[in-house]
């Protein structure tokens, strides 16, 4: 029950980008296109869940015991800068029509501050392993929603009579608005 | 002191081992590729800033060297880029022609007529809104000079007469003053394009000449002789530029000299030696100024 607090949490009532305003920049960078944006989740779930676990092992059998506390920051970008490296290699071996409509953006989850958040969450609130793995993935499902909710209704938007002075970021930014104020109704549920 | 020693062991030895895990992750991941894109992702000044229309210079690389995409569409990079992706490409870099925008109107402040005096904002969008600013045409260049100011690279500038003036060798096609002109008097065309229609009105003949000297009145005489290149959509004549041979066109009869070269002493220059390709006529004849 506890896990699945902790994963509700994190998808829903503390969604990473509509709530707390973590990795913003994908969100409405990759938005356009209904799949891409559900690539871009999926790859941003990975890194998330792998950054997870890469960073708890630091924190609780390096930085812990040595008391290098202070190290968490750089150490955890170390971490997920070579984890994204790693999943652009694997995504340009395994899927090269998902390599291009991820492009530039794939390499940006590195400064995706949403991965980085969430590590420095897990070790400040002392998740255990898997408390930080469901935590992880909680927040990859929350983004993934996110960013598919807002491609929906970017596609839908395409086709829409918007008035001039709105068009493109102006509408997108309002819609965006319009969504986190709609999480805002999760605030304040408790498991 | 630990504390210090531990730290550097320990970001040592993290760095050490991602290092190594990226560097065998590489060799056993690794994609075999065109080697021509890494050559042209060279040749591009990799500032990934998407003027392009592509996601960053990888992505253009690619389509260049993958799908055949048009070589001349860097504009940070300008002539170097062009010469660096057709020598990685095996084109002709002189086949890739340039862009430049033109302004589509010639009603300077002598030639078109205000209907009004405006005061208030330069700016050509504010002056559209206001019941279209103090130009007679409601088609024609407002002269606030919007484009200018949109212009990334100096190549517009407001000149005496009150049309925004085109530097060639500036401007790089990028498409920001078509977007800004609230009249779309711009366009983009290829450089060595020399022939116009200088005229965006689709007013009846009666007012487009009451309210300028250089319209376009739709009489449909360049049309007539034009062998289906110049079509009269609304009372404003159309080039297909597929089709268009200059020199059959009589634009000698056109009366307000809508239609022509862009440079006017071609004007003359064109009918004189018809026969001469569009280059070659320029200069042939004194300039005596034809409009």
């Not at chain 1, 891409?36 to 890194?47: C, D, I, L, Q």
């Not at chain 2, 977007?179 to 009846?204: G, Q, T, Y």
Request: a neutral charge.
């Amino acid at each position: 029950m506890e896990l699945f607090g902790i994963f509700l949490t994190a998808a829903l009532i503390n969604n990473f980008v509509l709530s707390q305003f973590l990795g913003i920049c994908p969100f409405i960078g990759v938005s356009g296109k209904l799949s891409a944006a559900t690539s871009m989740g999926m790859a941003t779930t990975f890194v998330l869940v792998m950054a997870a676990m890469v960073t708890f092992l630091i924190q609780q059998y390096i930085l812990a015991p040595l008391g290098l506390d202070f190290l968490q920051t750089v150490s955890f970008i170390l971490v997920i800068a070579s984890l994204v490296q790693f999943v652009e290699m694997v995504i340009k071996k395994v899927s090269k029509p998902l390599y291009r409509s991820l492009g530039i953006y794939l390499p940006l989850i590195t400064t995706n501050c949403a991965i980085m958040g969430l590590c420095l969450f897990a070790a400040m609130r002392h998740y255990s392993f898997f408390q930080s793995l469901v935590f992880a993935l909680g927040a990859g499902v929350g983004f993934t929603l996110a960013i598919v909710l807002m491609a929906g209704i970017r596609e839908e938007l395409e086709l829409a009579d918007i008035p001039r002075s709105l068009r493109g970021a102006g509408i997108t930014m309002v819609v965006a608005g319009t969504l986190a104020l709609g999480f805002m109704g999760f605030a304040g549920m408790k498991f | 002191m630990t504390a210090f020693a531990y730290s550097l062991l320990t970001m040592g030895g993290l760095g050490i081992f991602f290092a190594a895990a990226l560097a065998i992750a590489d060799k056993k991941l690794r994609v075999q590729e065109d080697p021509r894109i890494g050559l042209a992702l060279d040749a591009t000044p990799g500032a990934n800033c998407g003027a392009c229309g592509y996601a960053g210079c990888n992505a253009y690389a690619e389509a260049v060297v993958l799908e055949g995409a048009p070589i001349n569409k860097c504009p940070v990079g300008g002539q170097d880029t062009i010469n660096g992706l057709a020598r990685i490409m095996g084109v002709d870099a002189t086949t890739a022609i340039r862009h430049v925008a033109r302004l589509m109107c010639r009603g300077t402040a002598a030639l078109a007529r205000q209907k009004a005096h405006y005061e208030g904002p330069t700016s050509c969008a504010v002056q559209d809104l206001v019941s279209g600013g103090g130009k007679a045409c409601q088609w024609g260049c407002l002269g606030g000079g919007d484009c200018v100011a949109v212009c990334n690279f100096g190549a517009l500038e407001m000149g005496p007469d009150g049309l925004p003036v085109v530097f060639d060798d500036l401007c790089t096609a990028c498409g920001a003053c078509v977007k800004a002109c609230p009249r779309d008097l711009f366009e983009l065309h290829p450089i060595d394009r020399e022939f116009f229609v200088f005229c965006k009105s689709h007013d009846d003949p009666k007012r487009a000449k009451e309210v300028c000297d250089v319209a376009c009145t739709g009489c449909g005489i360049c049309a007539r002789n034009s062998q289906g290149a110049i079509s009269m959509v609304d009372s404003l004549a159309v080039i297909d530029y597929a089709k268009l041979d200059p020199h059959v066109i009589p634009i000698e009869k056109c009366k307000t000299h809508a239609i022509g070269w862009l440079h006017p002493k071609q004007d003359l220059a064109a009918l004189t030696a018809p026969a001469a390709g569009a280059g070659g006529a320029a200069g042939q004849t004194p300039a005596t100024g034809a409009d």
